[in-house]
Every structure is written in structure tokens, then in C-alpha cells.
């Protein structure tokens, strides 16, 4: 396999699921006829899914000019380029504790060894945008949301274009495609010789789906997906696969920031960790499907129909017990002790909105993200997710996610 390059964004159908059957694959070996190559990008990537010739290692700026291991003696690490030390996040969200002291070396919760990355190593990043041009389930933004995203890690958070791989769909050469092989390819790339102390980046802008589970990990049971540019050849890849492939190999200490514009990726990355706008970790709401169960027999029994009754008990612990095995079984073989930071357009349930924002197609979430992160700069990690579920809120019903791999401390400024 080879390299790709440009930038991408998303869209999912409103109306859930994933696109139409009929839509084409794109073979192997050549892109789409009358695609244009990428605007305002320097050469195409080098050759293989190596590091790119001449490299000589990763960048190690933080965000903005200062070094990502410059830290203030009493402060935050030194953010998007904003060392005024100000106020942190919106005016609405401060107030509340804020933990400047990112903790260093391991950490202990229960039997769970892991560590909060030192930000200071490698940085690489891998952004992949699909529009499935021609196609019934074309999309107008995910592109856009690449570029947008591409720009904003060159120009505010240190990244470099020769430590990036970009996967669009309107590109010539076809190691850029994104094909199911070249983004498998290039996940792996993205993680190849991790080590405690890098920071990577994962953006996804496309078709999302979800797919019966069989190994008992999903309490909804259903695996959430993304749909390559060939997925009706090649297949679908599920979050376990994405899971196995980008969250398994890293290293304790090394850091994975991931974020999903797509419909149902509320836990795209499979992380065993999802936090409410609270900050706290939550738990299956197994109450309130049991309490529907227990409603819907005490229904039966009050018009006589005992078997009904009986069959809503059974069905109802059922539902709990399968529920309580899934959180059981995706803790025990999803935390890691990298520390992986998943960002999501929606819940598993939810659409992800193919948008139109300042008159340019884009993702919403892509949009949100940038936006508030552009505005604000040092946010800490619960004040960002209630921001982008604020900035969405007005105008889109999804409701943005947030998860990792390990527990994390949401008053910790947020940092890529």
C-alpha cells in the first residue's frame, strides 16, 4: 500500500442508517473519473505508509509558537498560541473548577493502570473525508470539514502537512482514495511506533451505520460502523475493528485525540467511558428500561392477561441483565492504558446533520468543534462538550459525545 493526502469533512442521512445498497463501489487502483487534485496543499505525500522522507521526526510545537513542553510554573500548558492566562472557556461555563496540574506518571483506578499523555513527543494525524460524489448518498461537507480541520491543526495546534494523511474522495491518486484498504492502511500508519508522550489525531467526516453484535459487548447490540467509499465491495468497518486497529497497539501514555462526524457514532472507537454534560461517567440507564417493563406487566395484570404479565418480567430482566453484562464485558476488554479521547457528532441512536453553516456545506459537529475551540481556546474537557452540544443545540437535535479510554478528570483543560 501507499500514502494519501488532502482533507475531507461529512454527512450522514438525516433519516438514520446507512446510505442505499445501490451505491457503487469504487475499485481498487484508480479514483473517480473528472476528480481535480487537491487545492492549496503542498506535494502529495511520499511513498508507503512510512514516515515521509526527510522528516526528521515529528513536530513538537504545541499550539500556537510555544513548544508543546513548555508548561507555566503555576498554570496550563500554553494552548492555541493564548498564554494571557484569562478567563477559561465561554462566559457561561466559567466558574467551575478548572485543574490546571495535568497528572503526571501512572494512574491507578481499581485494577486499570494508565497514563494522561506528556503532549510532548511525536504528532501525527490521520483525516479522512467522504462525499461519495455520484452517488444517491452523496454528501456535500465532508471535505470541507478535512480542509477545515487540517488548517486549524497546521495553524493553531503545532501539527506539521509532512506528519499528515489525508483520505478524500476527489483526489487522483488512488492511495488517497478512501477505500476501505487505503483507510485501513493509513489507521495503521497513524498508530506505527507510537510511543508514551505522542499525540495523534483521527478525524472522520462520512457515512456512518450500525450492524448487529454477536460478542456481547453492545448493549443496544448493535456495532456502531463507518462506510469506506467501497464499503458495498468491501465491507463496512465496525467499531471493533477501528478499536482492535487504533486503540489496542498504543502504548500507556501515548495520547489518541479521535473525532466522528457521522451518524450513530456515539462510541464509534468502542471506549468504555462516556460522560454526561455533568463530567461524570455514565452508567446504563437500566432504570428506565426496567421501569417501563415493570409498568407494562403491572398493565397486564391488571386486565387479567397473567401470561403477558409473566412474559414483561421475563423480557424486562432479561434487558437488565444483558445490559449490566455488556457494560461488564466492554470494561474489561475496551479501557486501555493510552490515553484515547473520542469526540462524536451523536449518540449511537442519533443521525449526524449534513449541514449548511456561513453558506459553506460542513458537518455540524466539524463545525462545532472548530468553532468553539477557535473562540475559546483553553476549555477544559467538560466545558467542550457542553460548548459543542450548545453550539448545536439551536438549530440540530444530535447531541455530541464524549469518551475515553480510561477515566479522565473533566476539569483538566482540554488538550490536542
Known amino acids: 500500500m501507499a500514502y494519501p493526502g488532502r482533507q475531507g469533512q461529512h454527512y450522514q442521512y438525516q433519516q438514520g442508517g446507512a446510505p442505499p445498497p445501490q451505491m457503487p463501489g469504487v475499485p481498487q487502483g484508480f479514483a473517480p473519473p473528472g476528480y481535480g487534485p487537491p487545492q492549496g496543499y503542498g506535494p502529495p505525500p511520499g511513498q508507503g505508509y512510512g514516515p515521509p522522507p526527510g522528516q526528521g ?17 503555576n498554570g496550563p500548558p500554553l494552548q492555541y498560541g493564548n498564554p494571557s492566562g484569562g478567563p477559561v472557556g465561554p462566559p457561561e461555563y ?7 496540574q ?53 495553524q493553531r495546534a503545532g501539527y506539521k502537512a509532512e506528519d499528515m494523511v489525508v483520505l478524500t474522495d476527489d483526489q487522483r491518486d488512488p492511495r488517497s482514495i478512501p477505500t476501505r484498504q487505503n483507510m485501513t492502511a493509513a489507521m495503521h500508519w497513524l498508530v506505527s511506533g ?23 459487548d453492545e448493549a443496544d447490540g448493535m456495532n456502531e460502523t463507518i462506510l469506506p467509499l467501497d464499503y458495498e465491495r468491501a465491507g463496512q468497518m465496525e467499531d471493533d475493528e477501528l478499536h482492535m486497529t487504533m486503540v489496542r497497539p498504543l502504548p500507556i501514555g501515548c495520547r489518541l485525540t479521535a473525532l466522528f462526524d457521522s451518524c450513530h457514532s456515539g462510541t464509534a472507537l468502542d471506549l468504555p467511558y462516556v460522560y454526561s454534560t455533568s463530567g461524570q461517567i455514565k452508567e446504563p440507564n437500566i432504570a428506565a428500561g426496567v421501569g417501563k417493563g415493570m409498568m407494562g406487566a403491572a398493565m397486564d395484570y391488571a386486565r387479567g392477561d397473567v401470561g403477558g404479565m409473566v412474559k414483561g418480567l421475563f423480557s424486562t430482566i432479561k434487558t437488565a441483565t444483558s445490559t ?6 466492554t470494561r ?3 479501557s486501555s492504558g493510552a490515553d484515547v479521547i473520542m469526540l462524536s457528532g451523536c449518540k449511537d441512536s442519533q443521525t449526524s446533520a449534513d449541514a449548511t453553516e456561513a453558506g459553506r456545506a460542513t458537518g455540524a459537529m466539524s463545525w462545532a468543534f472548530l468553532k468553539v475551540l477557535s473562540e475559546f481556546p483553553q476549555l477544559t474537557y467538560n466545558q467542550l462538550l457542553n460548548a459543542t452540544r450548545d453550539a448545536l443545540a ?18 483538566l483543560l482540554f488538550v490536542i
Not at 324 to 329: G, K, T
Request: hydrophobic share 25%; net charge positive; aromatic share 10%.
Open 57 to 73: 521526526g515529528y513536530g513538537q510545537q504545541a499550539y500556537g509558537a510555544p513548544q508543546s513542553g513548555q508548561y507555566r510554573a
Open 94 to 100: 466559567q466558574g467551575g473548577p478548572v485543574n490546571y
Open 102 to 154: 495535568r497528572p503526571t506518571g501512572p494512574q491507578m483506578m481499581g485494577n486499570q493502570r494508565y497514563e494522561y499523555s506528556s503532549m510532548t513527543g511525536k504528532r501525527k494525524a490521520l483525516l479522512i473525508g467522504i462525499n461519495y460524489h455520484g452517488t444517491r448518498a452523496e454528501l456535500r461537507g465532508c471535505i470541507n470539514d478535512v480542509q477545515n480541520v487540517r488548517q486549524f491543526l497546521l
Open 194 to 216: 507510537a510511543q508514551p508522550g505522542d499525540a495523534l489525531f483521527f478525524h472522520y467526516s462520512g457515512h456512518g451505520g450500525q450492524a448487529k453484535a454477536t460478542q456481547g
Open 324 to 329: 449490566n453484562s455488556a457494560e461488564a464485558v
Open 332 to 334: 474489561e476488554t475496551r
Open 394 to 411: 439551536a438549530k440540530y437535535s444530535q447531541k455530541p459525545q464524549m469518551s475515553s479510554s480510561h477515566p479522565i478528570d473533566m476539569n
